[in-house]
């Protein structure tokens, strides 16, 4: 969240361990880099794209400020967000850069409230950035695509499956309309991961037999409850902490490693999994969400994947990706060799460039708007996201989950109609106890 500190900025989805070097080059702070004593010599300018946000929090002003950088024709015409601060200093931050004000043109178009999207869809923005809590993800996902607007959605791709799956159903009306779905699954979009992963479809060590991945994290900031503040306002600003708004840090935050889980996996359904979690920590703190998962998926033929992830204060923190393959493994980010296979007959070493994966990924939504040869990622995405899922129900049940019984998911967590006003917190989970639904 960007409550207190604007160096909040830099991405916190990427753990600050020191062995994540390759992770820190890649990840550049886009505020920061507006400070920056030397200008950027400026691009040449492209033809204008009108850009609208929703969602003015930490996220979604970087991703503006990565649109502006990664395209020169982007113009941020609308902004949004239920909160009137967020709006407020995303605006500031935005008109008073250096390097981009003068693509900053917002006019009267800033909105307030739980109608912002709809104001902002009902203006002439062509593409526009979703940052909002995942919570939101698949109605607002949906408005956009229906009033033919491109769109970049911040993962995940909902909290729930009934969620994911009116996303799955968007991105095929969005390749029907030729829109733009692109997830902010963002290492899909950092060079030394594309490079890897290729290595490994390409057979570089064989079958992949086991896959483990870690997200161990710290916990993220609380803010206290101020006056007048209602339930809805009070768990909007401690969004994470929430299982309606945030799905948990599973689906949250180390969907990021689940997604790479699947992304090695070339998209391969797991047959099932079954997993551990609970609240050691968290026991007497905000919110009613888990802070520690370990779940094993199985893919046909016996081939297990297992992915750790806590939110821990005082522990050290972790995020690599492990790939063992029959002949040879795969490692990626973190402790130890980064992008680096080592394998029977030869080692391969990642050495090509590096380029801050945020704003690749925006230069290749803006290339395919202007080519039309528009990205889509729902595919993977919706998978990524009801793998995540799957993780969490199996941990908060101590149930198996097979995939066909996940598909089968009726559960919504948030209320039907969010409004500023009374939001019951649900109890916290109990394996043994908590039933599938
Ligand atoms: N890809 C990454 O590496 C990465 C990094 C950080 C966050 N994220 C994702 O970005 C999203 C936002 O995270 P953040 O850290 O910016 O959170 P944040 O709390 O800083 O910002 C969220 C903003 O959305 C606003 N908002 C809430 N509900 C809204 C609604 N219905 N309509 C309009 N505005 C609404 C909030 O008031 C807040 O300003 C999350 O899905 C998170 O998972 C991704």
Wanted: proline share 5%; with cysteine; charged share 20%.
């Amino acid at each position: 969240m960007t409550e207190t500190n604007p160096s909040t900025y830099e991405r916190r989805d990427v753990i600050k361990a020191g062995a994540m070097a390759t992770a820190a080059l890649a990840v550049g702070n886009a505020f920061a880099q507006d400070k920056q004593a030397e200008p950027v010599a400026p691009k040449p300018a492209l033809p204008p794209i009108k850009v609208g946000l929703l969602g003015c929090g930490g996220r979604g002003t970087g991703a503006a400020f990565d649109a502006l950088q990664a395209d020169s024709g982007v113009v941020i015409h609308a902004i949004g967000d239920i909160l009137g601060d967020r709006v407020k200093s995303c605006r500031s931050n935005l008109e008073n850069s250096v390097e981009y004000k003068d693509r900053v043109k917002i006019g009267d178009r800033e909105y307030t409230g739980f109608d912002a999207l709809e104001r902002m869809l009902a203006t002439d923005i062509e593409v526009i950035l979703l940052a909002t809590p995942p919570a939101f993800r698949p109605t607002q996902v949906v408005k956009s695509i229906e009033a033919g607007k491109h769109v970049f959605a911040e993962k995940p791709f909902g909290v729930d499956v009934p969620g994911a799956l009116q996303i799955q159903a968007a991105g095929l009306k969005a390749k029907e309309k030729n829109l733009s779905l692109m997830s902010g699954f963002c290492w899909r979009s950092s060079l030394p991961e594309r490079a890897v992963y290729e290595q490994i479809h390409k057979g570089a060590i064989g079958n992949i037999r086991t896959i483990y991945a870690t997200y161990n994290g710290s916990p993220n900031a609380s803010f206290a409850r101020k006056d007048g503040q209602t339930d809805m306002e009070w768990q909007v600003r401690n969004w994470f902490h929430f299982l309606w708004l945030g799905g948990d840090h599973i689906v949250e935050q180390a969907c990021h490693s689940v997604d790479k889980l699947n992304w090695a996996m070339n998209n391969q359904t797991p047959l099932r999994c079954w997993a551990v979690g609970g609240r050691a920590q968290r026991a007497d703190g905000v919110g009613n969400i888990y802070d520690h998962f370990g779940v094993t998926y199985e893919y046909k033929g016996g081939v297990r994947s297992f992915l750790q992830a806590r939110q821990w204060e005082n522990c050290p923190t972790d995020n690599t990706d492990y790939v063992y393959g029959e002949k040879g493994t795969a490692f990626i980010n973190g402790w130890g060799p980064s992008h680096v296979i080592k394998g029977e007959s030869a080692n391969w070493v990642y050495d090509g460039p590096s380029k801050n994966m945020y704003v690749h990924e925006h230069e290749e939504m803006f290339a395919g708007i202007r080519s039309g040869k528009v990205r889509n990622d729902t595919e993977w995405a919706v998978q990524s996201t009801l793998m995540a899922i799957m993780g969490r129900t199996a941990a908060y049940t101590g149930e198996v989950i097979t995939w066909e019984k996940l598909l089968t998911s009726t559960e919504v967590l948030g209320p039907a109609v969010p409004a500023m006003g009374e939001v019951a917190v649900t109890p916290v989970p109990r394996p043994g106890y908590t039933k599938f639904s």
